[in-house]
């Protein structure tokens, strides 16, 4: 699910203000039946908006709070996970995480880009994680995102079948900050970018084929 929040301008020249667009973007938790076997050839991808993409490396911090995990283990599966997009690209798009006291996002841009742990149950009843992100709708430039993880659900970074595992859900999450959007056909649910994840799934730490030609349609090899 996308939704898009644009803001409107009041004169004919667009200032800055008014030509960022906010993507909200949902990640559903949904057990589907799999179609066997596995395959991860599937050479499908989306883009977010055509191709919006980040002009130089990404910096972000972490606040682990409410994921039941030490700090060290979560910081180290996140950059993890960013290292597995980076491997896919030459470009070198993430930088280390560091930590962070931060504990509401979202709401509006700020120039930070940050990831926490939140009860939005109530919110966006049956998400998993949510990431906003901010993009000048003329220039096609990421400026800035967040992203909360969802802390109504148990998570653990061993692929325990009752909880959501850190890494699989962080990778497919740092998609949408590389620049690509869920895919939802079935047929495609090996992609890291499927859009539906369920407890104890662990097959998205690693990128699929479509995943791969996503970011370096973006990115380069």
């Given at each position: 699910m996308l939704v898009f929040a644009a803001a409107s301008a009041a004169v004919a020249a667009p200032s800055a203000s008014s030509s960022l667009e906010?993507?909200?973007?949902l990640h559903y938790a949904k057990?589907?039946?799999r179609p066997a076997p596995f395959s991860n050839d599937s050479m499908t991808f989306k883009l977010i908006a055509k191709g919006v993409k980040?002009?130089?490396?990404?910096t972000y911090s972490i606040n682990p709070a409410g994921s039941d995990l030490s700090t060290d283990t979560v910081l180290s599966t996140m950059a993890t996970s960013a290292s597995t997009w980076d491997n896919a690209t030459s470009f070198g798009l993430f930088n280390p995480p560091t930590e962070t006291?931060?504990?509401s996002i979202g709401i509006t841009t700020d120039g930070n880009n940050n990831i926490i742990w939140k009860d939005i149950e109530d919110t966006y009843p049956g998400v998993i994680a949510a990431t906003f992100l901010y993009y000048n709708r003329f220039s096609g430039v990421i400026s800035e995102f967040d992203m909360v993880f969802n802390s109504y659900y148990k998570w653990n970074t061993t692929g325990d079948s009752s909880a959501m595992d850190v890494q699989d859900i962080a990778t497919h999450e740092l998609g949408h900050v590389c620049g690509l959007?869920?895919?939802?056909?079935?047929?495609n649910w090996s992609l890291t970018m499927y859009g539906y994840s369920d407890l104890g799934e662990t097959y998205k730490r690693d990128l699929a084929t479509g995943d791969i030609f996503g970011v370096q349609k973006l990115y380069g090899q």
């Amino acid at each position: 699910m996308l939704v898009f929040a644009a803001a409107s301008a009041a004169v004919a020249a667009p200032s800055a203000s008014s030509s960022l667009e906010k993507v909200v973007i949902l990640h559903y938790a949904k057990a589907s039946a799999r179609p066997a076997p596995f395959s991860n050839d599937s050479m499908t991808f989306k883009l977010i908006a055509k191709g919006v993409k980040w002009p130089s490396s990404v910096t972000y911090s972490i606040n682990p709070a409410g994921s039941d995990l030490s700090t060290d283990t979560v910081l180290s599966t996140m950059a993890t996970s960013a290292s597995t997009w980076d491997n896919a690209t030459s470009f070198g798009l993430f930088n280390p995480p560091t930590e962070t006291t931060v504990t509401s996002i979202g709401i509006t841009t700020d120039g930070n880009n940050n990831i926490i742990w939140k009860d939005i149950e109530d919110t966006y009843p049956g998400v998993i994680a949510a990431t906003f992100l901010y993009y000048n709708r003329f220039s096609g430039v990421i400026s800035e995102f967040d992203m909360v993880f969802n802390s109504y659900y148990k998570w653990n970074t061993t692929g325990d079948s009752s909880a959501m595992d850190v890494q699989d859900i962080a990778t497919h999450e740092l998609g949408h900050v590389c620049g690509l959007a869920d895919i939802y056909a079935p047929p495609n649910w090996s992609l890291t970018m499927y859009g539906y994840s369920d407890l104890g799934e662990t097959y998205k730490r690693d990128l699929a084929t479509g995943d791969i030609f996503g970011v370096q349609k973006l990115y380069g090899q």
